[in-house]
């Protein structure tokens, strides 16, 4: 959609497209008091772009693309609803992954409780060296000097 600061993403129509289908039905439901009359709108707005499929000008296409867009701005709303482990959520950046190494410093004991995950985890780290020994410690080698 059209606005912003910077450059814009370089996006086919048909992607354009995908996403104001995308954001027009967000909006809908926005705007609904009720399940059933979401998904009655819904259904017309799915109508008005399967409406659409039988056009082949471009030029057309285009035009109403970016006429889709203005007025999906314009019906925008004033307090949308926001999943919340989206920016603006209320659980957003709340986990806190913790880095592999972690899992080294647990006790013996503490281990033997998930005794599966932590030798699946050995298995994993011993195929991962192989794999490095192999082909990354020889593929970021230096050349040797032509001479």
């Known amino acids: ?32 008091q009720e399940r059933w009359s979401a998904r009655f709108n819904v259904c017309v ?23 889709g867009e203005h007025e999906c701005w314009e019906n925008q709303h004033y307090d949308p609803s926001i999943f919340k482990t989206d920016p603006g959520g209320i659980v957003y950046g709340r986990e806190a992954v ?18 599966d995950f932590f030798d699946r985890r050995a298995e994993l780290k011993k ?12 593929k970021y080698q230096p050349e040797p000097p032509a001479q």
């Open 1 to 32: 959609m059209p606005g912003g600061v910077g450059p814009r993403e370089i996006l086919t129509h048909s992607q354009r497209v995908c996403r104001l289908y995308k954001k027009a039905y967000r909006t809908t439901e926005h705007w609904a």
């Open 127 to 138: 195929e991962f060296n192989e794999y490095y020994e192999k082909s990354l410690t020889k």
């Open 98 to 115: 913790a880095p592999d190494w972690v899992f080294d410093q647990w006790h013996p004991w503490e281990k033997v409780q998930t005794m």
């Open 45 to 67: 707005l799915r109508g008005r772009f399967d409406e659409t499929k039988t056009i082949k000008d471009m030029r057309v296409l285009a035009k109403m693309l970016e006429e």
